[in-house]
C-alpha cells in the first residue's frame, strides 16, 4: 500500500558512554570483560521501534551501537552517518554516576555537530528518585539542551523516538513512578559483532528486577522498586534461543538478586530443559544474596541450568556494619554453609566486601580479611568503598544534612572516598583500600584457593583466570576487576575535559613506558600463579586437601569461631542461634 513513497532513515547512534581514569583518559580496552545490559536492553526495544515502523511506513529507523569500554566512540563518523541519514539522535545509555563526567564531555561534542543527544541510566534515574530538585550536574545537562530519561524506557522508546524525530522532545521524561510490567517486555539483545567484543563472549540479560531489601548504600530499590517483576519462562527461552542461533550461549543475568526473583524456578527449570534436552551449552553467572541456600532445590537447580559462577553481596562479616547499612538478611552464622552449599555443585563464588562502614578500621578491617581467608571458602573476594551513591538512601541523607561529599562523580566508582569516614582518614582509608587486595591475594592464600578448587571440582582454568584478574586488576593497572579489560587503549585526545591534550612527544613515550611497565606486571604475575597451580596440580594429596573453611558443620550446637568473634554485635531479633550467646556467656564465667 506504501510501495511509492520514498523511504527516509532516522539513524540512533547507542553509546554507552565508559569513565575517566586518574590521568583523565577514557578506560577502555581491546576487549572488555563483562557485557553492558542497558546496552543490549535498549537496542532491543529500538530494533523493536524500527520491527513496528513507530515512525510511519516510509521511515526506517537504523540502530547501531558500541560499548565504550571495548570500542573507541568515533563523534565526527557518528554524526556523519546521523546526517547522511538525514535524521537521527544519540543515546547515551545507562549512564553511571562515575561515567557521567564522560557522558557529558561526549554529549558536549555530538550537541556541538548540533545533533539531539538524550541520555538516561542510574545517574539520571537515581537523582530525580531522590532529590528534591534537580543537581547541578543534571541542571548542566539541561542547559546543554541534552534530554534526560528516568526509569525503564519499555514501552515508552517509542514515544521518545517520535517526539526527536518531530523536533518536540520534553527536556525530561519522567517515568519513575510507572514501573513497567517485566512479562512480555522487549528483552535485551546485542549483535555478535558487539557480543564478541567482550572477553569468553558473554551476552546477558535481566530475568527480573527489583529486590525486596533495604540496603541504605543500595540504588536499585529506589529506581527499579522493591516489588519482583520479572520475565516469563517463555522469554528466557525466546532470549536463549535468540543469542544461540547467532553462536551465543553464555550469559551474564543480571538481577541484582536473581534469588528473589519470584519467577526464578520455572525460568531454571525451562534453561535445564534446554541444555539437557536440546544440549544447549548454556553457562550462566548470577547475582544473588546469602540466604539463597535456604530457598529449596535452588541452589541445585541454577547448577543443573548451567550456572558455574555466582556474584554475592557478601559486603562485611561485622553484624554491626551489617545491621547498620540495613542489610539484616546476612546472617554470618550461615555463610559457611551457604558457600559450602555453591561447592557441592561444582560452582565458583565472587564476594563483594565493603571497606569503609562506621566502625570499620584498618585493624578490624585486617583482621576480617584474615578471619575470611581462614574461616570461610569463597574463592573471590572483591573490594568496594562504602560509597553514597546518587539514588541510595545513604546518598539522600548526606545532602539533605549538608554533608560535604566529593563533587566528582567520575570518582563515585567505588574505588574512591567520596565522603569523610567517622575513624579514618582519607589517606588512610585509600591505603585500608590497596592493602586490602594486597592482604587478600597473597601467594600463600592464592595457593590455598587452588588446593580448595581442585578438591571441591571447580574448573581450575577458570579459578586461576579469576584469580590473575582479580588480584592484579587494581594493583596493575589500577582499575577495578568489575572494569577490567584486556589490552588497555589510552588515546591522546580522548581527555577529560579540562585536562590538557598533551604534546605526541611527550605522550607517546610516557605511554611506551607505562606500557611496558605494566605488561611486565602482568607476565610476572600470570608465570607465577600458573607455576603455582602447577604445583598443586601435580601434588599427590591434592585430592585429599581439607582446611577449616571446608569443614562443614557437624551438628547443631557448633558455631564457627568468627561468629563467637563478633557474637556481641549480633542483635537477639536477629534470628541469632542461642549458641552463640551461650557460648560468649560460658566463656566471661
Ligand atoms: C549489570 C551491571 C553491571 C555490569 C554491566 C554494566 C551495565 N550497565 O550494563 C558491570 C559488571 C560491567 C557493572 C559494572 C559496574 N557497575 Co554496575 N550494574 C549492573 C546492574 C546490576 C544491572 C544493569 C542493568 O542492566 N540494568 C537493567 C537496565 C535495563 O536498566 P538501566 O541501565 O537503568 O536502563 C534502563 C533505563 O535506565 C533506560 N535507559 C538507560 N539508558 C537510556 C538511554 C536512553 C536514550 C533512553 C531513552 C533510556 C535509557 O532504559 C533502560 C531500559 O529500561 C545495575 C543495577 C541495576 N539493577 O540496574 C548495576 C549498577 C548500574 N552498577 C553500578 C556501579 C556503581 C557499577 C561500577 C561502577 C561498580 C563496580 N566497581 O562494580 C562498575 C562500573 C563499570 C562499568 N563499566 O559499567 C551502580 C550504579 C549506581 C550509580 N548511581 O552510578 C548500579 C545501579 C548498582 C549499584 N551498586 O547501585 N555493572
Ligand atoms: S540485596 Fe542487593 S539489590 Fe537488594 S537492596 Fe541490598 S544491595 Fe540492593
Redesign the pocket.
Known amino acids: 500500500m506504501h510501495g511509492n513513497l520514498p523511504k527516509r532513515a532516522f539513524r540512533v547512534v ?1 553509546i ?1 558512554p ?2 575517566y581514569d586518574q590521568d583523565g583518559y577514557v ?1 577502555q580496552w581491546l576487549r ?11 537496542y532491543g ?1 529500538i530494533e523493536e521501534c524500527a520491527r513496528d515502523r513507530v515512525l510511519g511506513p516510509d521511515i526506517d529507523i537504523e540502530v547501531e551501537a558500541c ?1 565504550e ?1 571495548n570500542t573507541i566512540v568515533d563523534v565526527a563518523g557518528a554524526a556523519k552517518r546521523i546526517r547522511a541519514a538525514g535524521a537521527g ?12 563526567p564522560r557522558a557529558l564531555d561526549l554529549a558536549r561534542q555530538f550537541r556541538a555537530q548540533g545533533l539531539t543527544v ?10 530525580i528518585s531522590m532529590l528534591p530538585a534537580l543537581p547541578a550536574d543534571l541542571q548542566e545537562a539541561r542547559d546543554l539542551g541534552i ?1 534526560l ?6 514501552g ?2 517509542a514515544e ?1 523516538l517520535r517526539d526527536v524525530a518531530a523536533d518536540r522532545a520534553k527536556p525530561i ?1 519522567n517515568y519513575l513512578n510507572d514501573m ?1 510490567e517485566m512479562a512480555a517486555a522487549v528483552y ?1 539483545i546485542l549483535p555478535r559483532a558487539l557480543v564478541t567484543r567482550v572477553a569468553g563472549h558473554y551476552s ?1 540479560f ?1 530475568a527480573g ?1 527489583g ?1 525486596p531489601f533495604q540496603c541504605s ?4 530499590i529506589n ?2 522498586g522493591r516489588k519482583s517483576r520479572y520475565r516469563t519462562p517463555d522469554d528466557v527461552e525466546a532470549i536463549v534461543r535468540a543469542n544461540a542461533a547467532q553462536g551465543i550461549t553464555r550469559f ?1 543475568v ?3 538478586n536473581f534469588a528473589r526473583n519470584r519467577n526464578w524456578e520455572p525460568i531454571l527449570d525451562r534453561l535445564i530443559e534446554l541444555r539437557e534436552r536440546e544440549k544447549f551449552n548454556i553457562k550462566l553467572l548470577l ?1 544473588v544474596d546469602t540466604l539463597c541456600h535456604r530457598i529449596p532445590n535452588f541452589i541445585e537447580k541454577s547448577a543443573r541450568a548451567g550456572c558455574t559462577a555466582i556474584f554475592l553481596g557478601l559486603e562485611n562479616i561485622n553484624p554491626e556494619s551489617l545491621m547498620g547499612a540495613k542489610k539484616r538478611q546476612n546472617k554470618i552464622w550461615e555463610y559457611r554453609d551457604m558457600l559450602l552449599a555453591w561447592r557441592a555443585q561444582k560452582v565458583m563464588t565472587y564476594a ?1 566486601y565493603i571497606l569503609g562502614f562506621p566502625t570499620d578500621t584498618p585493624a578490624t578491617i585486617a583482621r576480617d580479611i584474615e578471619i575470611i581467608k581462614k574461616e570461610l571458602p569463597v574463592d573471590i573476594l ?1 573490594f ?1 568503598y562504602l ?1 553514597p ?4 538512601e545513604d ?1 539522600k541523607n548526606l545532602y539533605m544534612r549538608g554533608v560535604p561529599m566529593d563533587p566528582d ?1 567520575n570518582k ?4 574512591h572516598a567520596c565522603t569523610a569516614h567517622p575513624l579514618m582518614s582519607k589517606e588512610t582509608w585509600t591505603q585500608v583500600y590497596a592493602d586490602a587486595w594486597r592482604r587478600y591475594y597473597t601467594d600463600e592464600h592464592v595457593e590455598t584457593i587452588m588446593r580448595r578448587a581442585i578438591v571441591s571440582g571447580i574448573n581450575r582454568t577458570k579459578v586461576l583466570d579469576s584469580l590473575t584478574i582479580f588480584s592484579g586488576a587494581a594493583r596493575i593497572d589500577g582499575v ?4 577490567f579489560g584486556f589490552f588497555r587503549r589510552k588515546l591522546r585526545k580522548q581527555r577529560r575535559s579540562g585536562m590538557p591534550i598533551r604534546n605526541p612527544l611527550a605522550f607517546y613515550p610516557w605511554r611506551a613506558l607505562d606500557f611496558l611497565k605494566v605488561t611486565s606486571q602482568w607476565l610476572r604475575l600470570i608465570w607465577r600463579y600458573r607455576r603455582i597451580m602447577a604445583r598443586v596440580t601435580k601434588d599427590p594429596a591434592a585430592g585429599n586437601y581439607v582446611d577449616e573453611a571446608l569443614r562443614p558443620h557437624t551438628g547443631a550446637g557448633e558455631t564457627d569461631h568468627f561468629v563467637e568473634v563478633f557474637a556481641d554485635k549480633i542483635p537477639h531479633t536477629h534470628g541469632a542461634p542461642v549458641r552463640v550467646a551461650a557460648a560468649v556467656a560460658a566463656a566471661a564465667e
Not at 389 to 392: D, M, Q, R, Y
Not at 412 to 415: A, F, I, P, V
Request: overall charge negative.
Open positions: 547507542l554507552k565508559s569513565h578506560i572488555s570483560t563483562l557485557p553492558s545490559n542497558s546496552l543490549a536492553s535498549v526495544l560499548d569500554c539522535m544519540v543515546g547515551l545509555i545507562g549512564v553511571q554516576s562515575n561515567q557521567y538524550v541520555m538516561g541510566g542510574f545517574h539520571v534515574s537515581g537523582c534530554h530519561f528516568a526509569g525503564e524506557a519499555e515508552r522508546m521518545v521524561y513497567p535485551p546477558s535481566d528486577r529486590c548504600f543500595c540504588t536499585i529506581v527499579q551474564f543480571t538481577d541484582d547475582q563483594g572483591e568496594f560509597t551513591l546518587p539514588g541510595s546518598h562523580m563515585y566508582d567505588l574505588e577495578h576487576p568489575l572494569q
